[in-house]
C-alpha cells in the first residue's frame, strides 16, 4: 500500500523508529509523527517489532522551529564560567555556542527538565573526558572539567596506537596521529574520518583541528552526542525522551537517564560492574551541573545494572 500522507521508507537491518526519526525529522523524539502507510500510528509494541522490508511514512517537510533557545537559554556565559572555571580557553563559551547551531535539536527537545538534563548530561561527559581535578584540587574536584584538549602523553606525536590500518574507507594519513583530542576525546583514525566528513572539515588529513579550533572542537563533541550508532541510540533519545527501550534493552536494565550516557560512551569499561570512580566522577560532574541549572537528576543515573554493548 502506497503512503497516503508523507514519503515510503523500507525498513532496514538495526533501524527503529527513533533512529529513523533522528536522521529524517531531526529528532528522535518526533518519532510518533511516522506512520503505518495506511496513516495510522505506530503502537509501542508495532515499533518495538519492526520487521525488515516493512514500509512506512515518514512526514514531509523540514524540521520544525527549535522549541526555545537551545543550550544558550538553558546555560547562560555566566553560568558555563562558574561550571568551569579553570577551563582551557580552546572551550569557550562563544564557540560552544556557535557548534550548538549545526546542531538545532540539541537542548530544543522534550520538556524544560528534560532540555536542562540533556545540557547537564552533555556538559558533564565531556567535563569528566577532560578533567584536571583530584579531590583536593583547588575549588574541588569538579571545578577543572574542560582543562585537557588532548590526550595526557601525546603531545608529541609518539601515540601512534589509534590507527587502524585495515580500515580503508578512513586511512590513516603518513605522519599524523589519531589520539584523543577535544571535549569528548575523539579517537581512532575511523572516528576522525567519520565525524569529519559530517561536518565538511578533513579530520583526517588534520586531526589537530579539533584541539586548535574551539568550534570544531566542540562539533565534534556534539556529533557523538547526538548520532545514533547502532544498536546504541543517541545520547541525545536518552535524554529527551526519543529513545524507546526494546524488550531485549529492558531485560538488561537499558532504561533512560544519565546512566544511559556512560553505557553509550564508555559502557565497555564502566557499565554492567560495581560503580568505580569514572563514573562517580561523571556522576559527581552531573549532579553540580544539575544543581547550577535547577533541576533533578532524574532516573537510572548510574549504568552498573546495565549490560554495556
Known sequence: MPCTIGSSYTIKSGDTLANIAAVKLGDGSRWREIKKPDGNPFTEEEARNLQIGQEICIPNGSTPPPLGNGFA?????????????????LYSYDSLVAATGKYGQFCNSGSDEQRKREAAAFLANIAHETTGGWDAAPGGRYAWGLYYVEEVGCENGGCTQYCDASNTRYRCVPGKTYHGRGPIQLSWNYNYGQVGEALGVDLLANPDLVKLDGAIAFQTALWFWMTPQPPKPSCHAVMTGGWMPSPDDVSKGRAPGFGMTINIINGGLECSIP????????????????????????????CDRMAHY
Open 275 to 302: 560503580t568505580n570512580d569514572k563514573v562517580r566522577d561523571r556522576v559527581g560532574f552531573y549532579e553540580r551541573f544539575t544543581q547550577m541549572l535547577g533541576v533533578s537528576m532524574g532516573e537510572n543515573v548510574y
Open 73 to 89: 537559554g538553558i546555560v547562560s556565559c555566566q553560568t558555563y564560567e562558574a561550571m568551569f572555571p579553570n577551563r582551557n580557553g
